[in-house]
């Protein structure tokens, strides 16, 4: 008799837009501005994209949606039509009755009430807001056109939609002050919002920031600041009744990202749209980067249209589980750690992890470790010293 293969399941789905109405200095993401005319041909290869996917792999995988993440670039701008066909897509090729988490990311700059709407129509139901910071002139300096009262009049008409609603903040912009970083603290915390994202700013090479900088017209703050700014970041989320439950991430009970947590405990995702990476449990995808050529790719039935692929050797798994593990505060399970290192290797990282507890880097309650708030600002000495 033959046996009935069991079928893995893919429960995670990325959508890439690629579209922004600006370009922030800071930024490293795959976007472009002033690129309108290509929006139709972009979503129609987005919509071929999913089509041949799921087509494809019909028999590899059983499509239990759970979550969805519209990235960007700003999905925001997705014009609505095309979007409800997005949509239809997406229910006409996977199963979505058990979705639990879709979300869209958000520019508060020009969103009105009806994208609420037609959001919430569709299925979305979490927001995540990208406000970086309450000062429109720190923010305008970095090319980021973004008034305060866009922000306020945003955050005033979203609950009526939405009970889900994250912000995105972004720690040690140039400008940014003891008193303006607080001041945006203490308004967010008043929001009806659930979760709050805090990045460190990260310098990303051959952006405009980073040639600002290498300039001198712009100067960054040294690591003390940082690490002053966040622990008092921490500390007000937490008293303010947002668990940190990974180095950037902050909920109120229960609304921790499904989402991102499936990125940081390896579970496969799939990735639609330019640029977009996936998982299968072994391999990493990445989708071509060039938009023109992304959009052949679609037309011609998928050739070439991964511009990168790898299987992860033992040591690169090792890494990985790592760096996604110690930045959680579930933290990794050592046993597990373990199984991946024989011998003097073994010795070594057990005797390191010592060394970094007596340091007070990192915490191991239990046989599960993580990162200390000294060990979160020495990440990667911690991670070049365990492996
Ligand atoms: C793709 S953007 C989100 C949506 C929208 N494009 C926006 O900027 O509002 C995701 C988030 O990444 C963060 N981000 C972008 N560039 C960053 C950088 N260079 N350093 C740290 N965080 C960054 C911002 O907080 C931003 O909200
Ligand atoms: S709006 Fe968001 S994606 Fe667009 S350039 Fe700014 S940070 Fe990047």
């Not at 890439?16 to 290509?38: A, M, Q, T, V």
């Not at 980021?144 to 995105?168: A, G, M, T, W």
């Not at 989402?259 to 995808?285: C, E, I, T, V």
């Not at 007070?360 to 309650?365: Q, V």
């Amino acid at each position: 008799m033959r046996q009935k293969l069991r079928l893995k399941k893919l429960k995670h789905i990325y959508i890439h837009w690629p579209f922004c109405k600006n370009k922030c200095l800071y930024c490293d993401f795959i976007s472009f501005k002033n690129h309108e005319e290509f929006v139709k041909d972009y979503h129609d290869a987005l919509c071929k994209q999913i089509k041949l996917f799921a087509e494809n792999n019909k028999d590899k995988w059983k499509f239990e949606i759970e979550t969805i993440f519209f990235g960007g670039g700003t999905p925001s701008l997705y014009p609505l039509d095309l979007l409800k066909d997005l949509f239809s897509v997406l229910n006409s090729n996977f199963n979505l009755e058990d979705v639990k988490e879709v979300t869209i990311e958000v520019n508060p700059v020009s969103v009105i009430k009806e994208h609420l709407k037609t959001w919430k129509n569709l299925g979305i139901n979490r927001l995540s807001i990208g406000v970086q910071i309450l000062d429109e002139i720190i923010l305008q300096k970095l090319n980021r056109i973004q008034p305060d009262q866009d922000v306020f009049n945003l955050v005033k008409i979203v609950p009526d939609y939405f009970e889900n609603i994250s912000v995105d903040l972004i720690l040690g912009l140039p400008g940014t002050t003891l008193s303006k970083w607080s001041n945006t603290l203490k308004k967010i915390v008043l929001w009806p919002i659930k979760h709050i994202s805090v990045y460190f700013l990260t310098t990303y090479d051959k952006t405009p920031l980073f040639y600002k900088v290498k300039n001198k017209d712009i100067t960054l703050f040294d690591e003390n600041d940082l690490i002053s700014f966040y622990e008092l970041t921490v500390d007000f989320l937490k008293d303010n009744g947002f668990e940190q439950y990974e180095i950037s991430n902050f909920a109120k009970p229960g609304f921790e990202s499904i989402h991102n947590k499936a990125y940081w405990d390896r579970k496969p995702y799939q990735g639609f749209g330019l640029s977009a990476s996936s998982f299968d449990g072994k391999f990493r995808f990445v989708n071509e980067k060039n938009l023109l050529r992304f959009i052949k790719c679609c037309n011609q039935k998928y050739e070439k249209l991964y511009c990168y692929q790898e299987k992860l050797s033992k040591d690169e798994e090792f890494l990985e589980r790592l760096m996604l593990g110690l930045r959680q505060k579930k933290g990794i399970d050592l046993h597990r750690m373990l199984y991946f290192l024989k011998g003097e290797k073994k010795n070594k990282f057990l005797n390191v992890l010592i060394d970094l507890e007596k340091r007070s880097l990192i915490h191991n309650r239990g046989g599960k470790i993580y990162l200390t708030l000294k060990g979160i600002m020495l990440e990667n000495e911690v991670i070049l010293k365990l492996i």
